[in-house]
């Protein structure tokens, strides 16, 4: 167990809704990262916060979003889904400031009907 | 660029057999470099990292030397068990403070009793 929580584990929904993914980082850390894992594109990072202030964007889309609350946990926020959305969302922790070791959680399996 | 590039799956051998995974990657500065391992059904856990040129990691029986000279981080262990059957990442992060870490497409490993 790495100490990092997801909510849900599984989520299915239709095209065009909007979902919300929920991360809870290991107890200490201020940084969170979101990454994505579908068949096509491999592991891709999407994007980092660190103690509630987007540090890092890689891959993602615009009709993507996320924020880290006071309390540092995370949500992404998925909308206008589309089938090729469908992956698993990884998110990581770590204490950030230079640390380089990224603790990832169980992940939320979305699945795009 | 920065990427990572990984010896395609998949893999299978017997219990006891010796295991390489081939890992290289471009050579833009000096990347901290990372194995991380994905058992069936749950999130990725860090394996070993090397952060430097010649450092050794190790965990579990997994060894990973960096070579700067090969850009090279492949995976070995001399015995492989059953338990060891998941999806093997190699992964960077680039010299200079960005924490996206990038990684390979992963390799699946199956051991056979």
């Known amino acids: 167990d790495s100490g990092v929580t997801q909510t849900p584990k599984h989520l299915i929904t239709a095209t065009g809704q909007r979902v919300t993914l929920r991360c809870s980082p290991r107890?200490?850390?201020?940084?969170v990262y979101w990454y994505q894992q579908s068949l096509d594109q491999g592991l891709q990072f999407l994007i980092q916060y660190y103690n509630g202030e987007e540090r890092a964007k890689g891959n993602i889309l615009e009709r993507f979003s996320a924020q880290q609350f006071p309390d540092l946990h995370s949500e992404l926020n998925l909308s206008s889904l589309e089938l090729g959305d469908s992956a698993l969302y990884f998110c990581a922790s770590s204490t950030g400031g230079g640390n380089y070791e990224q603790y990832f959680g169980p992940g939320t399996r979305l699945t795009v009907t | 660029g920065n990427s990572v590039t990984q010896m395609e799956g998949p893999v299978t051998l017997s219990e006891e057999a010796f295991l390489t995974i081939n890992c290289t990657y471009t050579a833009t500065g000096y990347p901290s470099l990372f194995w991380y391992v994905q058992y069936p059904g749950e999130g990725l856990q860090l394996l070993l990292k090397a952060t430097k040129a010649d450092d050794k990691g190790s965990n579990k029986g997994f060894e990973a030397t960096y070579r700067k000279e090969t850009t090279s981080f492949h995976l070995e262990k001399g015995s492989v068990q059953v338990s060891d059957s998941a999806v093997y990442f190699c992964a960077r992060l680039p010299q200079g403070g960005s924490e996206k870490l990038v990684f390979g497409k992963g390799t699946k490993l199956t051991v056979n009793p």
């Open positions: 107890s200490g850390d201020l940084s």
